[in-house]
């Protein structure tokens, strides 16, 4: 089995400049198409199947992936033909920057080119005409929540669907508009020609607090502060019922004390089930209608010699070691060294089943490896069955097993 790695613009230079033209602006998202027309090329002098693709992703990426497989600029089913998506998706709020234009505005005038009404294709030129190192250096902030920089719709890669007379890159204001783009039958319809994995870990929002919060906890008003700005940087209509609404729902009122650990730790969860979880499953539920091969997991289980406090639960970016195998070579790059017997027999089984997944669609099955050794089928007691919107079963990943729930 062959594994590419790629890579593709990031920042400023995947900006869209033009609100009113229907230019292409993804040039990540179409490194990465060129790059898949590359595997299909050459990836059998490797000794890959070019039949036989499968796209992994994670966070961004994993939204990235998401994209390309309702791309009407991608092929149906014939540069890759299943998907792994960890820990993000295009149903995530953070998925697509919203009034892309204004960030490159931002820097345009940062960088002195002005851009004069009627003539948008000038401020193109201008900053085409700016070094690299300048135009990849202007410093731009979006809002809390909301990336500057990533996929935009332009109307190619990313389109729509709207009449050509519309300013479409200034539609998507809100998670509303966002959805009904990419709910669209005919997005959805492309998802059926993939088999799709998806999964998300315990702790997805962990990051989006200080060290200090994460570590000692938060106060109630600084819980309201954050899901305020969470809120109206994602909605646009009925802002302080979603906000009370969230509040409720994530508040344990047997409590008689709310202690600012527990406090931050419904926060976290709130904003980890807004951003990534609500949106994995409902990407989910989405394809399993296809009545492809759906299925969907919770990585829950965190490091023991990690480098989080344990009662975190694992946390966004903390399974990505037991699926590149670091624990099966006592660690690699920045991740932990030390690794016990249990979770060197985990990282076993999650890359069995993320391999039988990427050869056949169906993570039981696939061709065994040679010198398969017992502790990889350690924790896999049971068949990974798979995802149905209506029970909505999926593989909980935790300490001591692997079960399944719904």
């Not at 000038?122 to 900053?127: D, G, S, V, W, Y």
Request: hydrophobic share 40%; aromatic share 10%.
């Amino acid at each position: 089995m062959a594994c590419p790695v790629i890579n593709y613009m990031n920042g400023f230079l995947n900006a869209n400049t033009d609100s009113h033209l229907r230019s292409p602006a993804n040039y990540g998202l179409m490194d990465q198409i060129a790059a898949l027309h590359w595997v299909q090329e050459n990836i059998g002098y490797f000794s890959g199947d070019p039949g036989n693709v499968t796209l992994i992703g994670h966070g961004t990426g994993a939204a990235c992936v998401n994209f390309l497989m309702t791309s009407r600029a991608v092929p149906d089913g014939q540069l890759f033909h299943r998907s792994v998506l960890m820990s993000g998706s295009a149903l995530s709020p953070w998925a697509l920057v919203r009034g892309a234009a204004n960030y490159a505005l931002q820097v345009a005038k940062h960088l002195n080119c002005s851009w004069a009404a009627g003539d948008p294709q000038a401020l193109l030129r201008c900053l085409r005409q700016v070094p690299l190192n300048a135009l990849v250096s202007v410093p731009v902030k979006g809002l809390e929540f909301a990336p500057a920089f990533g996929p935009s719709i332009d109307g190619v890669v990313i389109d729509p669907g709207d009449p050509e007379d519309q300013d479409f890159t200034l539609q998507v204001d809100t998670i509303n508009t966002l959805n009904n783009i990419l709910l669209r039958k005919d997005v959805v319809a492309k998802l059926s020609r993939y088999d799709l994995m998806i999964g998300v870990v315990r702790s997805e929002a962990y990051f989006s607090l200080t060290a200090n919060d994460a570590q000692y906890g938060i106060e109630g008003d600084r819980r309201t502060k954050i899901l305020r700005e969470f809120v109206r940087n994602t909605y646009t209509y009925h802002q302080a019922e979603i906000l009370a609404t969230i509040i409720n729902e994530y508040t344990d009122w047997e409590r008689p004390v709310q202690h600012p650990v527990n406090i931050k730790d419904e926060t976290l969860e709130a904003l980890g089930d807004a951003n990534t979880v609500a949106p994995a499953t409902r990407t989910a539920d989405l394809h399993s209608q296809s009545h492809q091969n759906s299925y969907l997991y919770v990585f829950d289980y965190q490091t023991k010699f990690g480098d989080y406090p344990q009662r975190s639960g694992c946390i966004h970016g903390e399974d990505l070691p037991y699926f590149f195998g670091a624990p099966l070579v006592g660690g690699m790059s920045h991740w932990p060294k030390n690794y016990t017997k249990a979770e060197i027999a985990l990282s076993e089984s999650v890359i069995l089943y993320l391999t039988n997944f990427a050869r056949t669609g169906n993570p039981n099955k696939g061709t065994p490896d040679v010198g398969l050794r017992p502790e990889r089928t350690k924790f896999k007691n049971i068949d990974w069955v798979a995802y149905e919107a209506v029970h909505k079963k999926y593989l909980s990943i935790g300490e001591t097993e692997i079960e399944f729930l719904s």
